[in-house]
Each structure stands twice: as structure tokens, then as C-alpha cells.
């Protein structure tokens, strides 16, 4: 799939995800209920702004020490065994685990969820060699099920369908023929996977951490799928972003700790699973052969830059259930895997500046995002900057302010609208702000409010925005 | 085998604008003194079961209190409870410490159990044998009371399925075994790697059965592991 999917603009992405009444309340209830879980996790654990203080400062050290820290972690897998492919590109990733894949003549491959196989189309490149790859995750069983239907949340990626859909899907594709019950809908999956697990000749998992002092790889989940994954099959390929990856195990505890809490609002999931190596001598499940590929795929040209505190980023997701903006188009709407406030910082980074050149316009700059993430990525402050880099790098109109402006009908038809943003003041929106966010805005501005939370113009672009263009004599 | 490390590592170094780390890098110290200490320190045993009890409520576990001397019949009352026939169990040598010998027969079950214990040299069998278990048994090795979980080390006779591929999950928790939090077991882990000891191929922090909240947000239990879990604590000191 790529960190991209379809090939809709934004403004139609966004189009069809404020049309979908289900996708919008069902993004929102999911949304309010891990917000409110991890809220009252943070304050269950007490100190919340020391914790935050220490995950940033773990996260930033290990980017900093990067390197180094990447070379004690393939030292060690070696020592114990493992393989370790230090992967640039994306289709280097791919051509080596298909080349993994091919030597054990291997045709049945179980997944558990992971982002960055997904950013480097994994599944694509399997399949065409013949495999059968299945995901075995619950939300990302449903949508590979329904049609490779694309993820709308980074920890829930299903969680804009409802459970007449899913059983729907069930029925076309699998023949299913029981109720809309999740708890049968589940029974039923469990007993569609288990032979897969057990027959399965390669694991794929990602991974939330790697620890360099003893090469283990961590995988948080609260299926256990990631369990079954790692220890019945006879190969495991973990695949990781070069980020991923702290100092030792107390390191780990912390980051762990910080993730469970921020993703789903529990102390610890179900299963956190610790892996170092292959199977040890004398084990009788586990892997016999383990290899870890190590991704760069464009994130070593954020080191260095002013973006770099992006990837502290642990992928809670928590970014994504405060913010409004996503609340009004859902995760699908951006276009990328990653959605939410992070996936507007990141894609552009990561998918190209020109595909989500658009993206950081996807935001109220409220900063509740900033607020909420647990090791403390500034995200509002890198969505302005990547605001002003578009501004000042394209002479003309950049192609994402195009396509805002169309999209929300704003300017075309209206140039009454169009000397409104000129003459936007702060005093003239006061009646409609609430913490320093436009709500409801009045008359002309209505379309664009009632999709988005409009930043007063204090605190935006908005009316520079305008401004500029005013200035440049520009017609939409 | 280690493929494309050196470029790899070179590009990274370059774009943090520095040359490649070659001494070993200092951990910063003042990670020492963390937030996460001061979780539950100095509580007492008692106190850290109390709150390991609530904590496995929370997550849909059951929790059961035992001396050792009443073990047996409490962890054979669990069993039933789920209708158990078939056991299999992990090769702990602390399940003949807690006198569960007679209960893990695998010959003449007195109690019309058909247990397995898991036995590397019988290999895949140990496999089949666990899918098949209405019941897995393993002993805790470290337990943490704030997450409500048990944390299983794999090797020899400890399979990972045990504790994963049947309906149903229970964990014998020793009362010693009890620490506040994680904090504490990766630290006694990190001691193990400091000392040159290996580590064992799989560590696993286990709180409540699989679950999953994937279709409306529902939790569901038992998606892929086991749909049921029971801590049962024994008093051991
Ligand atoms: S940016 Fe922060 S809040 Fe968002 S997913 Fe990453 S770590 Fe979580």
C-alpha cells in the first residue's frame, strides 16, 4: 500500500469523509474514549509532566546517539545469531525479505500489525511472488478482508466500521453466517486464524522498540497475535524504523510505560513481548531463524533538520484523539497511513512534500495535539514551520492552499468572502472564538468552519494567507 | 550475517553533523532518579497485593489467595471451574516445591486430568499438545503489582505456548515474586545482561487474557489467546 493510498485529493478525501455520518461519529466516540482512558491513566500514574520530561529526554538522546546505538543493536543480534539488513530504501527492505522468504520456499506468511511494512508496501511484494500474507491483527484482518480497505487510526485502524459492515464483509468474503455480535464476529476470526498460525512458515511483526544493549525487539499488543506470530512459525522477520530503538531495558520500562498508557490508557496491554534472538537451544517454539531489517526509508534527512523531534514519535496515537480536525474528516481523509497531527508532520517528511504538500493546512493549530504527546514532539510548532517552508519555497500559490481554498468553496464564487479574509481581525471574530479557536464562524466563513476549528487570526495564517495572495493579484 | 551497516550508520552520523560515535556512549545519570521509582516504594508485600488484586479485577482477571498447603485443591477447583480436561503445564521444578506433583500425573491422573508437561525433547509435540489443552499453567518469575501482570522467562521446559495456544490461562504467583512495577523487572533483567548472563529468548509481561476492542470499540476477550486468565497468589515465605 505505501505510506500512500488512493489517489483522491485532499479536498475530496475530505469531502468524503465529513459526507460518511457513521465514519464521523464512530471517529469521534473512538476518539473521545481514548482520550478520557488516557487522561485518566496519566493521572493515575501522578507526575505526568516529569514522566513526559523523561520519555522526551530518553528519545532524545537515542536520536542523538543513533548511530552508536544501532551498532550495539546488530552487534548483539549477530552475537545471538540473528540477521541483521540495514535497509535505505523501501525496495531494498522488500527485495531482501523477499529474498528471505524465497530461500525457505516459504508460501504462508502470518502478520501482526505494523505501520512500516505497510509504509514499504510489504504485502504487495510478497503477494506477487505468490504468498498468501494475512494480518492477523483484528482491526487490520477486517480491512485487509474488506477489500484492502485503507487504516483511519494509527492504534485503531478499523475504527471507522461499524459491526453491520464488518459482518457484512464477513459473509460476502468469508462465508460467515452468525450475528453482529462482536464477541461472535471475534469467535469466528479466532477460528479462521488459528490453522494460519499454525501453519504459517514466516512471522512478520514490526516493532515498538529494539533495546541495543541486548538486541531484543519489543512488541506491545493486546491481541497476542504478535505472540503467536513470533513463536510458531519458523522464521521471524521483524521489521523496524531505525528510530525505533533505546539504550537498555530501563529505557524500555519507561518508554513501554508511556506508550501503553498514551495509546489505550492501560498501565501495561496484555502482552508485552520481549524478544532477543532466535530460539534458544533447547527451546522448542520460537523461531530458528530471526532476521531484523533496519529502516531508514527517508528519516535520516529529518536528522539534523528542525524537524527532527518528529521521531521521538512512539505511534500512541494520542495526538490523533485530541485533535479537531480529525475528529471532522477521520483518519482516511489524510491520505497516509499516518493520519492525525503526527501523520501531517510526518508524511511530508516521509511520503514527499509534493503527494502532502496539503496536509499541515489539516490543522486548527490549537496545539492540543503538543499537549497530549507523551515525549513531548512540538507537533504545532513543526506544522507551522512545514507552513512556512511551503509559503516561502513556492512563489506561487502553493498547490495545498489551491486546493483548501477550492475545496471548501470559499473563494470562487465568493468574492465577498474573499475581501472577508482580507479583513479579518481579531475583534470582527471575537463573538465566535472559544479558546482562541473559531467554531462556528459567521456567514461566508461557514463552510470552512463547519469542517474545521478556524485558528483566530492571531495565532494563523489564515489572514496572511489571504493577505499574500491579495497581494500577488491572484485569482483562485 | 550484518548487511549495509557501515554506509548505513556513516549517513547518520553525517546528517547529525558529527563523526561516528566510536567510544561507547554514557547513559545520562540522572535517569536514575525517574518518576518511576517512587511508584509504590516502600510499600509492603501486603500492600503490593492489595493493589496487584484490584489491578487483575480491572483487567479481567481472577485472582485467588492460597497458602501453599491448600495449592493443590485450589488450583484443581480452577480447573473445574472452566470444565478443564486437559492440562498442560510447564516443566517448573517449583511445581513439585509446591507439592502439585501428584495433581501433574501424567500417568493415572488420580483426578482424571490429562496433563502434559511440556518436554523439549518430545519437540513439536509440546505444540499440538498445547493447542489441544483446555488449560495452560505456568509460574510467575517476576510479578508487578501496579499492571496486575505476570512476567513468564522462556527456556528448556517453559514453552511460550503454554501460556498461550489453550482456552484458558492461570498463573501460579509466589508472593515473592511480587515487585511495584516494571521499573523493577527490567531492572533485574538489565542485571542479568551486566553480569554477561544471556537473557532468555522470549520475556513476557502478561496482564489479563487477549483482548481486543477492534470492532466498535467493544472489548472483546480471547481473540487469539487465552479467553480466560487466573492469577492464583500462594503465600511462599
Ligand atoms: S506524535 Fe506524540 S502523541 Fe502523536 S503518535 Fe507520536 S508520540 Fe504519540
Redesign the interface.
Known amino acids: 500500500m505505501g505510506i500512500q493510498f488512493g489517489d483522491v485529493v485532499f479536498y475530496r478525501r475530505v469531502d468524503k469523509g465529513i459526507r460518511d455520518q457513521f465514519m464521523r461519529s464512530a471517529v469521534r466516540a473512538a476518539q473521545e474514549r481514548m482520550r478520557t482512558s488516557r487522561l485518566r491513566a496519566a493521572e493515575e500514574l501522578g507526575d505526568w509532566e516529569e514522566w513526559r520530561r523523561l520519555g522526551e529526554e530518553i528519545r532524545r538522546h537515542t536520536l542523538e546517539h543513533l548511530d552508536y546505538y544501532l551498532e550495539q543493536l546488530s552487534d548483539r543480534v549477530h552475537a545471538l545469531g540473528g540477521h541483521v539488513f540495514f535497509a535505505q530504501t523501501a525496495e531494498e527492505a522488500t527485495s531482501y525479505i523477499r529474498d528471505v522468504v524465497q530461500k525457505r520456499d516459504a508460501r504462508r506468511i502470518v502478520k501482526s500489525k505494523s505501520m512500516v511494512t505497510e509504509e514499504i508496501s510489504l504485502n504487495d511484494v510478497l503477494e506477487a511472488i505468490g504468498c498468501r500474507v494475512v494480518e492477523t491483527d483484528l482491526g487490520e484482518y477486517i480491512l485487509q478482508v474488506d477489500d484492502h480497505d485503507p487504516p483511519s487510526h494509527i492504534v485503531g485502524p478499523s475504527v471507522h466500521k461499524d459491526r453491520e459492515r464488518i459482518r457484512r464483509v464477513f459473509a460476502e468474503k468469508l462465508g460467515y453466517t452468525g450475528s453482529a455480535e462482536p464477541e461472535e464476529m471475534t469467535a469466528f476470526v479466532r477460528q479462521q486464524l488459528r490453522p494460519d498460525f499454525l501453519t504459517a512458515e514466516v512471522g512478520i511483526t514490526g516493532c515498538n522498540f529494539a533495546v541495543a544493549e541486548s538486541g531484543t525487539v519489543c512488541l506491545v499488543t493486546n491481541e497476542g497475535n504478535g505472540r503467536l506470530v513470533t513463536s510458531l512459525p519458523p522464521v521471524h522477520i521483524a521489521v523496524m524504523g531505525m528510530e525505533r530503538i533505546v539504550p537498555t531495558w530501563e529505557e524500555l520500562e519507561v518508554m513501554v510505560g508511556l506508550l501503553c498508557r498514551s495509546a489505550v490508557g492501560q498501565k501495561l496491554t496484555s502482552y508485552i513481548n520481549c524478544l532477543t534472538g532466535p530460539k534458544a537451544a533447547g527451546d522448542v517454539d520460537g523461531p530458528e531463524e530471526f532476521h531484523l531489517v533496519i529502516i531508514d526509508n527517508g528519516r535520516s534527512d529529518i536528522l539534523g533538520t528542525e524537524f527532527q523531534s518528529v521521531l521521538q514519535c512512539i505511534r500512541c496515537g494520542a495526538c490523533l484523539n485530541v485533535c479537531p480536525v480529525y475528529r471532522h474528516i477521520g483518519g482516511q481523509a489524510y491520505g497516509s497511513i499516518y493520519s492525525g497531527p503526527i501523520g501531517a508532520v510526518l508524511s511530508p517528511l516521509l511520503g514527499g512534500e509534493d503527494l502532502y504538500r496539503e496536509l499541515p493546512y489539516a490543522s486548527s493549530l490549537c496545539a492540543a495535539c503538543t499537549e497530549a504527546c507523551p515525549v513531548n514532539i512540538p507537533l504545532h510548532d513543526l506544522l507551522i514551520r512545514h507552513r512556512q517552508k511551503t509559503a516561502e519555497e513556492k512563489r506561487q500559490s502553493p498547490l495545498g492552499e489551491r486546493l483548501a481554498m477550492k475545496a471548501f468553496g470559499m473563494v470562487a464564487e465568493s468574492p465577498r468572502l474573499y475581501r472577508w479574509g482580507t479583513k479579518l481581525a481579531r475583534t470582527a471574530l471575537l463573538p465566535w472564538e472559544e479558546d482562541g479557536v473559531i467554531r462556528q464562524g459567521p456567514g461566508p466563513l461557514q463552510p470552512w468552519t463547519s469542517i474545521r476549528d478556524l485558528p483566530s487570526p492571531e495565532r494563523e495564517t489564515f489572514r496572511e494567507w489571504f493577505e499574500n495572495r491579495r497581494k500577488r493579484g491572484e485569482r483562485p | 550475517?550484518?548487511?549495509?551497516?557501515e554506509?548505513?550508520?556513516?549517513?547518520?552520523?553525517r546528517?547529525?553533523?558529527r563523526p561516528?560515535?566510536s567510544e561507547?556512549?554514557k547513559?545520562?545519570s540522572h535517569?536514575k532518579h525517574?518518576?518511576?521509582w517512587?511508584?509504590l516504594a516502600g510499600a509492603t508485600p501486603e500492600e503490593l497485593l492489595s493493589v496487584f488484586e484490584r489491578?487483575c479485577r480491572m483487567?479481567h482477571t481472577d485472582v485467588r489467595r492460597t497458602e501453599s498447603s491448600s495449592l493443590p485443591d485450589v488450583l484443581l477447583e480452577t480447573i473445574r471451574s472452566y470444565d478443564g480436561k486437559s492440562v498442560i503445564c510447564s516443566d517448573d521444578p517449583r511445581f513439585a516445591e509446591f507439592g502439585l506433583s501428584s495433581l501433574f500425573a501424567t500417568q493415572d491422573n488420580p483426578y482424571g486430568l490429562d496433563v502434559h508437561i511440556?518436554n523439549?525433547e518430545?519437540?513439536?509435540i509440546?505444540?499440538e499438545r498445547a493447542?489441544q489443552a483446555d488449560v495452560g499453567i505456568a509460574i510467575s518469575d517476576i510479578t508487578?503489582a501496579?499492571?496486575?501482570?505476570v512476567v513468564l522467562m522462556?527456556?528448556?521446559g517453559k514453552?511460550?505456548?503454554v501460556s498461550?495456544l489453550p482456552r484458558y490461562f492461570i498463573a501460579i504467583v509466589p508472593l515473592s515474586t511480587l515487585v511495584p512495577?516494571?521499573?523493577q523487572?527490567?531492572?533485574m533483567?538489565?542485571e542479568r545482561?551486566e553480569r554477561g548472563e544471556?537473557?532468555?529468548?522470549?520475556?513476557?509481561?502478561?496482564?489479563?487474557?487477549?483482548?481486543?476492542?477492534?470492532?466498535?470499540?467493544?472489548l472483546?476477550v480471547?481473540?487469539?489467546?487465552?479467553v480466560k486468565a487466573t492469577c492464583i497468589v500462594v503465600t511462599d515465605r
Open positions: 550475517m550484518i548487511y549495509n551497516r554506509a548505513f550508520l556513516e549517513r547518520i552520523a546528517k547529525l553533523g561516528r560515535i561507547p556512549v547513559r545520562p535517569w525517574g518518576p518511576q517512587r511508584t489491578q483487567i511440556w523439549p518430545k519437540g513439536k509440546n505444540i493447542e508487578l501496579e499492571s496486575g501482570t522462556s527456556g528448556g514453552g511460550r505456548s498461550l512495577r516494571m521499573t523487572a527490567a531492572r533483567i538489565r545482561i544471556a537473557i532468555p529468548s522470549s520475556v513476557n509481561f502478561i496482564s489479563g487474557p487477549s483482548n481486543s476492542a477492534d470492532i466498535e470499540m467493544n472483546v480471547g481473540v487469539h489467546g487465552p
